[in-house]
């Protein structure tokens, strides 16, 4: 078992930057590959960025590509988004997420382990 907290979320102006952070507890993310999702109102849970075990491999889908980035820190059991120029779409609840498979998976039924979620809303 782990259990993700998310930190980081916050009001923002559109062109801004935020960066989510995601600890880990329980057991050492190294053992994980790590996702992060967002839920806006009224839509379905959507695929923001993953990383594989190492930190070798990232995946974004092309809404962000460019702008976010994930990383991650095995020896803090940490895992980091930084999002830059942030839209007004962009506003949802930021999701951490792990999934016992190694890869930088896109898919949310892969994971197994889920954060609360942060808040991030993006001003115009």
């Known amino acids: 078992q782990v259990q993700l907290v998310e930190s980081g979320g916050g009001l923002v102006q559109a062109g801004g930057s935020l960066r989510l952070s995601c600890a880990a507890a329980?057991?050492?993310?190294?053992?994980?590959?790590m996702g992060w999702f967002r839920q806006a109102p009224g839509k379905e849970r959507e695929f923001v960025a993953a990383?594989?075990?190492?930190?070798?491999?990232?995946s974004y889908p092309d809404s962000v590509k460019g702008r976010f980035t994930i990383s991650r820190d095995n020896a803090k059991n940490t895992v980091y988004l930084q999002m830059n120029s942030l839209k007004p779409e962009d506003t949802a609840v930021y999701y951490c997420?792990?999934?016992?498979?190694?890869?930088?998976?896109?898919?949310?039924?892969?994971?197994?382990?889920w954060g609360q979620g942060t808040q991030v809303t993006v001003s115009s």
């Open positions: 990383i594989n075990w190492s930190g070798g491999s990232t």
């Open positions: 329980g057991r050492t993310l190294s053992s994980y590959g």
């Open positions: 997420a792990a999934q016992i498979g190694l890869g930088a998976r896109r898919s949310y039924s892969a994971y197994d382990y």
